[in-house]
């Protein structure tokens, strides 16, 4: 057998067989970029005490003595990866990443990459009451970890502090920690902020020599801080926004506690620190996870996204994800991932604006975000040809000095207002419908915009006054704006490009104007929507969603010019409502199998859909393009699907939550131009938690303009206890941008 001097005669082959490979190539004078590497932890050798060992045994091989270059970069890892996958991100060249593909247990990798990053009166418009529904229930989550990837978190918001309503102790089974770093010490995390760290190595990875700003979990950008105390910021009285939204604010679930991931730097942000993130927070014990971020363009297998949320999802870990904030046109959505909960952001039913008084008394109420509390009185108000077409700085900078304008209507008000930036006139008065004027922050003079409705009374008034004059007062919040809500017009829409066959969003939440915690010192504007639920599971938040706004008439779309009701690829189900989604009646349930069923009936091969399982455990022995989803999708190309009639069944299966025996029986609304059939259309159950199944038939052709036409299913009881409603969506497939 020969002498090894005590070295497992297996471990020396293996050393020697990564070193001969290493011998192909020299490494000291190859360029270097950060690769996240997918392994199969299964055919890790024997002797190797830990995947951590056995990783860095790979990336050691390549570290040879023809390194002579004394200003190249070594191969190093970055992260070890045991949570969200299995596998490394490391530094490489590409020859050395070509040897590492002949290594035994590699599976997959790829570059590192960039991403996209995407909250008083809120938990009210949702309906959350201290004393009645989902709070009370769920003993307003104290028990509850959320688990936020963003920018960091400022520890020292009222948002964060744990008086009053953290009555337990931390649980037992957290093994966070608060991590010392720049002006961030372990002192500053309590009952309510238990946990924060930050991960930076791949941001420094790609940008050898870089300086942070903030090293430690502080947040100097302004999201994560918005973002978590959204979701579970404390009681905080007397908050608003510079005088708008006067209250006592809170979080969704004020007594969750919140643990901060940072992975956003001002610096930029990459997938290898995204998913080290995930990764310990799941190691960590969170219950929920909340990212605003997406990977546009990328696969399911290589979406860090998609990859860490699978293995969240085996540990019975909801992860929600924002929809985007990139377009309202089809198709932008990311994170349209089967196994996460995807939100798309809506409006709410408070307005913040201005109250003008003209001379002659008449008092109209317009839309402003000006961030002063003043007032402008009895000014000289002016209209005419001359100045009122506001589309040039050259216009309203030779109006009289001290004077408001009254501009002429227009689609694009935001181009007029930059006109009036940095020049003599007081202020002006805009007339549009752009419902979001306001969505992105404050302005910096005085304005105020009216309805195409009111113009009228003011216009005449204007040209009919000898002296006409106004006096303009901000600073006015109002509640019970009408309708409410609508869908943001920047909240992009599905079908998404990486995996169209499931129906996303699922469910939207409010996601404009929300007042939350922010830094000081760090300009606010809009940020996306991620709101938490986290005793609810997705069946249930999609079947109890409402589609309705305060008018009882369909949601709307602030996206679309004519602000026609909003199709399911925009508003999901409908507005969230968590009350309701204590008790469903039925869900549709789904395993980690299931979802492998459904990639497996994709192209994928078997190492990418490895590269999201992390194990060879799962198997494809009954591929299926169908998924036990609550929402239906039939989709078409436009290029050919025109005139054939098309024909997709998908096969469900309902498990009774309800109080014992019931009886479901189901009505349908077709979309436009189909057909849809349900059998059986009755479904009935003896007990709780038995299953039954239906099968439900759309037939339908495509539209040459790729028009979307959408409908529902119901079932309902007799009595309408229980209404589960799914949406059913005919779409043209969009092309991955």
Known sequence: MGINCGVPLPYILYVLQTFLLALHFNTSLAERSTYIVHMDKSLMPKFFTSHQHWYSSIVDSFKTETQTDSHSFSPSILYTYDNAFHGFSAVLSIDELETLKKSPGFVSAYNDKTFTLDTTHTSDFLSLNPSTGLLPASNHEEDIVIGVIDTGVWPESESFKDDGVMTKDIPARWNGTCEVGQEFNASLCNKKLIGARYFNKGIMAANPGVTLSMNSARDSEGHGTHTSSTAAGNFVNGASYFGYANGTASGVAPRSRVAMYKVIWDEGHYASDVLAGIDQAIADGVDVISLSMGFDGAPLYEDPI???????????????????????????????????????????????????TLGNGLTITGSSLLLENAIVEKVPLVYNKTFSVCNSTKVPSNAPEGVIILCDE??????????????????????????????????????????????????????????????????????????????????????????????????????????????PKVAAARVGSDVIFSTAIRSAMVTTANPLDNTLNPIRDNGDHNFNPASPLAVGAGQVDPNRALEPGLIYDATPQDYVNRLCSTNFTAKQILAITRSPAYDCFNPSSDLNYPSFIALYDRRHDTKKLKVQKFQRTVTNVGHGAATYKASVIAPQG?????????????????????????????????????????????DLKYMVRSPIVVSPLVSVS
């Open 674 to 718: 189909s057909k849809v059939t349900v059998s059986p259309d009755t479904l009935f159950f003896s007990e709780k938690y038995e299953k039954q199944s239906y099968t439900l038939t759309i037939s339908y052709k495509g539209k040459k303009k790729g028009n979307v036409s959408f409908g529902e299913i119901v079932w309902a009881v007799v």
């Open 410 to 519: 227009s689609d694009d008000i935001r181009f007029q207002i930059s006109q009036f930036i940095g020049i003599h006139v007081l202020g002006a008065i805009f007339i549009g419908k752009d419902p979001e004027i306001f969505d992105e922050g404050g302005v910096t003079f005085p304005l105020v915009v009216v309805s195409p409705d009111d113009a009228s009374a003011l216009i005449k008034y204007a040209t009919s006054s000898d002296e006409p004059s106004v006096t303009m007062k901000f600073q006015q919040t109002f509640l019970g704006t009408k309708p409410a809500p609508a869908v943001a017009s920047y909240t992009s829409r599905g079908p998404s490009p990486a995996y169209p066959g499931i129906m996303k969003p699922d469910i939207m939440a409010p996601g404009s104007l929300v007042l939350a915690a922010w830094p």
């Open 306 to 356: 998609a990859i860490a949320s699978f293995a969240a999802m085996e540990k019975n870990v909801v992860v929600s994800t924002s929809a985007g904030n990139d377009d309202p046109g089809l198709g932008w959505l990311h994170n349209g991932i089967p196994w996460v909960l995807t939100v798309a952001a809506g409006t709410i039913d408070r307005s913040f604006g201005g109250i003008l």
